[in-house]
């Protein structure tokens, strides 16, 4: 399952900071309560892998429009957050090893027990116990 929040990034195109960290904390409010139903469900708890990342990055201050924009090769633009749990991964760990996107459903294929063929993706296998 794929679940994708639509802000904060629409209020960031909307040049508005204080409703760009409203969107940032609800967002934030309905991973804590995807965390909860997994935790207090049977059939999900210790079961579960669940990524949380962001598709893209944003200007730095200072940039173009700042956290306004997106889509170029800044610094910002290129850095992403990755958060990964479930009954596969290390806990605790802040692994700081370089990743892509596209080791993304790469990953998830090795959890999965099947390939991606032709992609240039690699598991991240640094996250593994
Ligand atoms: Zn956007
Ligand atoms: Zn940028």
Request: hydrophobic fraction near 35%; glycine fraction near 10%.
């Amino acid at each position: 399952m794929l679940i994708n929040f639509q802000q904060p990034d629409s209020w960031g195109h909307g040049n508005n900071w204080d409703k760009y960290l409203e969107g940032t904390k609800l967002t934030d409010n309905y991973i804590y309560l995807l965390f909860e139903l997994l935790r207090a469900n049977e059939f999900y708890k210790d079961q579960t892998t669940v990524f949380v990342t962001n598709d893209h990055g944003r200007h730095l201050d200072g940039h173009k429009d700042g956290f306004v924009s997106h889509g170029d090769n800044c610094e910002g633009c290129r850095h992403i957050n990755f958060y990964a749990y479930g009954p596969d991964f290390k806990e605790n760990a802040i692994i700081d090893t370089p990743a892509e996107l596209i080791d993304i459903p790469v990953t998830i294929g090795e959890l999965m027990g099947f390939t991606m063929e032709g992609s240039e993706g690699r598991v991240m296998t640094e996250l593994f116990k």
